[in-house]
């Protein structure tokens, strides 16, 4: 069964801010929200209308999700997405939640992204701005 992916239609960005710093601005929106921490730095995903002036950030991106939940043992999900962008030379981000893989791909490259995967034998679908499957 070919995998499916649920395109969504909002801007998302990636803003990075010194490490342990919390964000000051409301990054909660969006399809896809995502705080990540290292001893270097912290990462926040959120939606692009979110991204406070003079923050430094890297976008606009549109948020693909996996369908699932997807279960913990399966292997090579992620090499099975991203390898059709390899090929295509279409950079982009990968992140993982627990029910399932997501890929932020520029949205400058968003239709390029799904042709090579519709090519590949994915099953690509958009989303409305409600999460639903249009």
Request: charged share 20%.
């Amino acid at each position: 069964m070919p995998l499916h992916l649920m395109e969504h239609p909002e801007d998302v960005a990636v803003v990075r801010l010194p490490s342990g710093e919390d964000p000051a601005f409301d990054w909660r929106s969006g399809p896809l929200a995502s705080l990540t921490r290292t001893a270097d730095e912290t990462s926040v995903v959120c939606a692009s209308a979110a991204v406070p002036a003079g923050a430094r950030s890297e976008g606009p991106f549109r948020a693909v999700e996996v369908a699932g939940p997807l279960d913990f043992s399966a292997v090579g999900v992620f090499a099975e997405v991203l390898a059709p962008l390899v090929d295509a030379g279409i950079s982009v981000l990968g992140l993982s939640t627990f029910d399932t893989d997501w890929v932020l791909v520029p949205a400058t490259r968003t239709d390029d992204a799904s042709r090579v995967w519709r090519r590949a034998g994915f099953v690509v679908t958009p989303t409305t701005l409600d999460g639903k499957r249009s």
